[in-house]
Every structure is written in structure tokens, then in C-alpha cells.
């Protein structure tokens, strides 16, 4: 079954302590992207890659970092979490050059940071 | 640059009414223009998109949009509302082949009323 897998679905963490939220596809998708959702905001791009070894900014990149060494692995990195990074993250992927293609998004990982 | 503004954050109807979530754009070119739903505890799926050609496009569970140019929107419609309609809808707009990928609004949530 083609997915878009998220891993942690939640977690609540403290300030500071740094944590990783990993994404995977299974369709060999080259362009994947990391949303976070917050109320009345929609979805807010992060970070985006196009390739393995390829990432650039979002809208919304401060305090966050991500990496791109496998083609199926685009992991979201907090590097020293605070609380205006709780959230609700989506990863997604699509085939890149394919503007009018349709992202599919994983199940989304709920973030608490106290 | 693009953005999309969806009037109403929540929008609620009776079971067998029409429903009709606004959605308008801006862009400096040609959009693609897509909505997705997120049914509670899950990712974003593909309603229906634009991209080219016949303005009207129909999409899964029965709902359509129809892409006004001279309007700047992209409003969606279903004939007859379902129970199961029940979820939070956003629309997005790319004008750009593979970057950035989708610029979304900050969604309307249905709800469905027996």
C-alpha cells in the first residue's frame, strides 16, 4: 500500500530536550515536504526537499532542521524545542516537476511542548 | 506570489442541503488550484484539483468546483450534504511546478447537522 508513515503519532516533550519526528514513503516519490497545522493558519510549509542531499526553506524553517540522505527518509529535527512548536506536523511527498500532481501526506504527529 | 482565503472557519448544514465552501486566490500567474478534506485524526486527501482546461471539475464523494478566473475562486460544491461530509476542508493554490508545492488557506470545517 502506498503511505506516507509519521512516527511519533504524539508526543509531549519539555523544553529543550531535542527530539526527531521521521517520515517514509513508499512510492519513490523524489520531492517531499514537512506542513505543521495550527488553528486558523492552515498548513504552513517547513522545510521541502527535491531530491536526495536537496532541502531548502519553507515559510515557517526557524527552529527547525531536516535531512534528505535516502531517498525514502525526510526526518524533521528540533533541535532545542519550545512550546510555540507545539503543533500538529505533516509530512507529504509528491513527484517532483509535477506542480498540478497530488501531495500525499501522512497521518500527521501531534507535538506538545511544555 | 500566492495566497488563498477561505471565508468562513466553520460552516454548518443540514443533512440533504447544499453545501458551498468559498475559496478565493491570488496569483500571478495561472494557478493549480486543489482542495483537500482531513477527516478527524487523519492526513489531508485529494478532493479534486485544477489545473487546465474544463472549469468545472468534479471530484470524489460527490463535490465539484468550478474555477472562476475572473473571480479569483474556486469554491466547492455538493448537491446533497452527508453525515460523512463531517470534516475540515482547505483549499490550495501552486503556481510553481515543483518547489514549494501548495500554498494552503486556513480551512473550513463542515459540520453536518441530522
Known amino acids: 500500500e502506498a503511505q506516507v508513515t509519521q512516527n511519533p503519532r504524539y508526543l509531549i516533550t519539555v523544553t529543550g530536550k531535542k527530539l526527531t519526528v521521521t517520515c517514509s514513503q513508499n512510492?519513490?516519490?523524489?520531492?517531499m515536504s514537512w506542513y505543521r497545522q495550527d488553528p486558523g493558519l492552515g498548513l504552513r510549509q517547513i522545510y521541502y526537499?527535491?531530491?536526495?542531499?536537496?532541502?531548502d526553506k519553507g515559510d515557517v524553517p526557524e527552529g527547525y532542521k531536516v535531512s534528505r540522505k535516502e531517498k525514502r527518509n525526510f526526518p524533521l529535527i528540533l533541535e532545542s524545542p519550545s512550546p510555540n512548536q507545539t503543533s500538529l506536523y505533516f509530512c507529504?511527498?509528491?513527484?517532483?516537476?509535477?506542480?498540478?500532481?497530488?501531495?500525499?501526506f501522512g497521518e500527521g504527529s501531534r507535538l506538545t511542548v511544555l | 506570489a500566492q495566497s488563498v482565503t477561505q471565508l468562513g472557519s466553520h460552516v454548518s448544514v443540514s443533512e440533504g442541503a447544499l453545501v458551498l465552501l468559498r475559496c478565493n486566490y491570488s496569483?500571478?500567474?495561472?494557478?493549480?488550484l486543489f482542495w483537500y478534506v482531513q477527516y478527524p485524526n487523519q492526513g489531508l486527501q485529494l478532493l479534486l484539483k485544477?489545473?487546465?482546461?474544463?472549469?468545472l471539475v468534479k471530484g470524489i464523494n460527490g463535490f465539484e468546483a468550478e474555477f472562476k478566473k475572473s473571480e479569483t475562486s474556486f469554491h466547492l460544491t455538493k448537491p446533497s450534504a452527508h453525515m460523512s461530509d463531517a470534516a475540515e476542508y482547505f483549499c490550495a493554490v501552486t503556481q510553481d511546478t515543483g518547489r514549494r508545492a501548495l500554498t494552503f488557506g486556513s480551512g473550513t470545517r463542515l459540520q453536518v447537522q441530522p
Open positions: 496569483s500571478s500567474v495561472p494557478p493549480y
Open positions: 512510492m519513490n516519490h523524489e520531492y
Open positions: 485544477y489545473t487546465t482546461g474544463a472549469t
Open positions: 526537499s527535491m531530491n536526495v542531499e536537496v532541502t
Open positions: 507529504a511527498s509528491r513527484i517532483p516537476g509535477q506542480g498540478s500532481g497530488e501531495l500525499f
